[in-house]
């Protein structure tokens, strides 16, 4: 067996009710900076429980977009300073946790976001409580928050030990209010982690079993995604698979469909998750010729018997939005040229040249 370590230092609770059977014990210090999304906090019930049970005090930044910005990390790090919090507890999708994730730094380093990606930080980041309200990013238990970087118009990923949560609580009753787009979109999300986890170069045999694992409980939703119609056993299903996804990038990163896929939403504006459907399959067909037993795993627990039956489901899930990304191909050298700049592609099996990048954007299914 190969040399590995697998770091995971994220207490995860998780099943229905445990915010509110966390009472007490949720508040990590004094004042806590509750960071949320517009609306999803509270249509969740996210927000209701953490309120009902939680002690001592605490302020709420409800201010964070899609696809966070420099500029609200910045808002929401001086808020936690002005008020004296002493730890965070982000309430969300993605979008919240990861910018609460870098409130957190900010609160305790006079440094400026986009100098935490040259030279890191200094003071640890205070505490992170995380709960999720979407089935997809997995960021409740990573050491990564992803932010949006107009100067170099891309999205690009910060990590650091203490950006993983201290703990996670995780009620797939939150994502019940979720709409079937952001659904679907978040859980293919979900599947890109495991899938291009168990095609990373980084991949060790304890990402292997958390990624399989992950991928064979994803299959089991796949009917509900195609039909649209998915009850709390299937959100149930979705959600761990997500964390399990997240469990898995944690230890390996991620590969060229997210290199792809921040240059789909910053120009394009796709949804994190769709940008990552566009070159799924073409990346699946790519990795076949280097890696044809992994390919054929990740097929067989999904219980889809080619890479073709792998295009059909994202076509049905992403049916709608067919023929609504026209790239030219001087935009594909520009989204090439840029992924290329990442640690992703060195990360994927076979280090695809730009030809190949080309080629796989070129078989977008959008
Ligand atoms: P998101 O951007 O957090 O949320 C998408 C939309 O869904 C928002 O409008 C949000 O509303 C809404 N929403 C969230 N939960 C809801 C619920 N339960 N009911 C109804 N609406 C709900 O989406 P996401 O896909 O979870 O996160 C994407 C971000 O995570 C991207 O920036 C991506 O790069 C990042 N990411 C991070 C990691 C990591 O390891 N840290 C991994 C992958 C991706 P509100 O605006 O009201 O909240
Ligand atoms: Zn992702």
Redesign the pocket.
Known sequence: MNKFSYFMPTKMVYGQGVVREAGASLALGRKALIV??????R??G?LDDVLAVLPGEYVIFDQ?????SVHTVIKGGRMAKEEGCDYVLAI???????AA?VMAVLAVNDTHPMDLYKMGWKTRALPIVAI???A????EV???????IDEEET?K?LGGPDLFPRVSYLDPK??????MD?TI??AV?ALS?LVESYLAKRATTASDLVALQGIALWGTAIEALRQGKVDLETRDALLLASSLG?IA??QTG?ALV?ALG?SL?YFDGL???RANAVTMRAYLDYTKKVAPERVETILELLGLGSTEAFGELMGDLFAAHIGTLKLSADTIEKYVTKAMLTNNIKNSLGEPAEAELTEIMEKSIL
């Not at 949320?36 to 906090?41: D, F, I, M, P, V």
């Open positions: 949320t999304g517009k609306s999803s906090a249509l969740s996210a964070v977009e899609n696809n966070p969300g999708g993605g979008s919240p946790l990861d994730k999720p309200t979407t997809g990013t997995g960021s990573t050491q990564y928050a992803v932010l949006t999205k990923g939150y994502t019940e209010s979720l709409p952001v979109d978040t999300d982690h997240g990038i944690a991620t997210h921040y939403t949804p994190h998750g």
